[in-house]
């Protein structure tokens, strides 16, 4: 079969679209012919190997993985002699962390679902990591609750266009925060108030909130803490280094000491999730929101697309054409 494959770290410019070994799956595994996949900073991340701890991981001197893609959506095409939930021909979305730039890939029961009906592939290939990260964050982390005061930070992104629509989906008022030309974006998916942050900075206005979502966690935890209502919560999902060592060493002082709790929260691809998020895709409460979408051998220029940060929503890779693909939503560009 065809992959993308990395043998050593390094830019996308490493990437090697070559003929590689066709996977077979073990007992309780499901062989899936991929449609479509899509990338996430999580590939970019293992592809350059940095931050350097995360080579503990994925590998000291090299890859371990040599194919990377965090989420697919496909074709079942065969089965383990367990799999009890899925058969040849069905339809399904889901991941596992890598093998998904790729023509087929293995996966276990627990991490696929019968993709909406209302989906094309390209678009369910969006869903399983940044859907699942909103979610879990949004539910799990965050304790979400109807009429709660709800900002989302790094709204217009991969996770931060599902968790203003899925935080919208639980009734709560949202707030959404982006950059001037992903204003309207914000706010074609539900945002009830948005926020350039080209001009403002929410954490000094004033304004509290119950529960904050940093998608991107560009700010420090304490001027996330600042606009906490007092008992509020602060979920963080994205950040460079800095915040993330914040997070580690004054992230449990803080919710310890006082009544504002900060946390993070990473996703893990779970069927249960996965069809939860089918629910409220196949309801119309939820709708992918795709920038791009790059042809299988363009995966490079995909990731170097999204690592320039630019992305509105998902950016997808095209495996097999889907001819039955439904007519572009409103936020898509291209």
Same mark, same amino acid.
């Given at each position: 079969?065809?992959?993308?494959?990395?043998?050593?770290?390094?830019?996308?410019?490493?990437?090697?679209?070559?003929?590689?070994?066709?996977?077979?799956?073990?007992?309780?595994?499901?062989?899936?012919? $991929?449609?479509? /996949?899509?990338?996430?900073?999580?590939?970019?991340?293992?592809?350059? !190997? *940095?931050?350097?701890?995360? @080579?503990? +991981?994925?590998?000291?001197?090299?890859?371990?993985?040599?194919?990377?893609?965090?989420?697919?959506?496909?074709?079942?095409?065969?089965?383990?002699?367990?799999?009890?939930?899925?058969?040849?021909?069905?339809?399904?979305?889901?991941?596992?962390?890598?093998?998904?730039?790729?023509?087929?890939?293995?996966?276990?029961?627990?991490?696929?679902?019968?993709?909406?009906?209302?989906?094309?592939?390209?678009?369910?290939?969006?869903?399983?990591?940044?859907?699942?990260?909103?979610?879990?964050?949004?539910?799990?982390?965050?304790?979400?609750?109807?009429?709660?005061?709800?900002?989302?930070?790094?709204?217009?992104?991969?996770?931060?266009?599902?968790?203003?629509? $899925?935080?919208? /989906?639980?009734?709560?008022?949202?707030?959404?925060?982006?950059?001037? !030309? *992903?204003?309207?974006?914000? @706010?074609? +998916?539900?945002?009830?108030?948005?926020?350039?942050?080209?001009?403002?900075?929410?954490?000094?206005?004033?304004?509290?909130?119950?529960?904050?979502?940093?998608?991107?966690?560009?700010?420090?935890?304490?001027?996330?803490?600042?606009?906490?209502?007092?008992?509020?919560?602060?979920?963080?999902?994205?950040?460079?280094?800095?915040?993330?060592?914040?997070?580690?060493?004054?992230?449990?002082?803080?919710?310890?000491?006082?009544?504002?709790?900060?946390?993070?929260?990473?996703?893990?691809?779970?069927?249960?999730?996965?069809?939860?998020?089918?629910?409220?895709?196949?309801?119309?409460?939820?709708?992918?929101?795709?920038?791009?979408?790059?042809?299988?051998?363009?995966?490079?220029?995909?990731?170097?697309?999204?690592?320039?940060?630019?992305?509105? !929503? *998902?950016?997808?890779?095209?495996?097999?054409?889907?001819?039955?693909?439904?007519?572009?939503?409103?936020?898509?560009?291209?």
């Amino acid at each position: 079969m065809k992959a993308m494959v990395s043998t050593e770290y390094g830019p996308p410019d490493i990437l090697q679209f070559t003929e590689v070994e066709k996977p077979t799956p073990k007992d309780d595994e499901v062989l899936i012919k $991929i449609h479509a /996949a899509s990338v996430n900073p999580l590939d970019w991340h293992f592809l350059r !190997g *940095k931050p350097f701890p995360l @080579r503990l +991981i994925a590998g000291l001197l090299k890859p371990k993985h040599k194919i990377l893609g965090a989420e697919i959506a496909g074709r079942v095409e065969a089965v383990g002699s367990n799999v009890k939930q899925f058969q040849p021909g069905d339809e399904v979305f889901g991941g596992k962390g890598v093998g998904g730039f790729a023509e087929y890939v293995c996966l276990t029961e627990e991490k696929l679902a019968v993709k909406p009906a209302n989906l094309s592939f390209e678009e369910a290939a969006s869903v399983p990591v940044a859907g699942s990260t909103a979610l879990q964050g949004l539910r799990d982390k965050g304790q979400i609750r109807p009429g709660q005061k709800v900002l989302i930070d790094g709204a217009s992104g991969g996770v931060g266009t599902f968790a203003v629509q $899925i935080a919208k /989906a639980f009734g709560a008022e949202v707030t959404a925060v982006c950059s001037t !030309g *992903k204003l309207d974006t914000a @706010r074609s +998916i539900g945002a009830d108030h948005v926020i350039d942050y080209t001009q403002e900075d929410f954490t000094t206005k004033g304004q509290r909130y119950d529960l904050i979502f940093g998608a991107n966690a560009y700010h420090s935890i304490f001027a996330y803490k600042r606009a906490l209502s007092p008992k509020g919560m602060c979920v963080m999902t994205g950040g460079g280094g800095v915040q993330i060592l914040q997070l580690l060493f004054l992230g449990p002082l803080i919710s310890r000491t006082g009544s504002k709790k900060i946390s993070n929260s990473t996703a893990k691809i779970k069927k249960d999730d996965l069809d939860a998020l089918k629910e409220l895709l196949e309801a119309g409460k939820v709708v992918p929101v795709i920038d791009r979408r790059y042809p299988f051998r363009e995966i490079p220029e995909a990731l170097r697309y999204l690592e320039e940060g630019h992305a509105r !929503g *998902k950016v997808v890779i095209t495996v097999i054409q889907d001819e039955s693909r439904i007519p572009p939503s409103p936020q898509e560009r291209s």
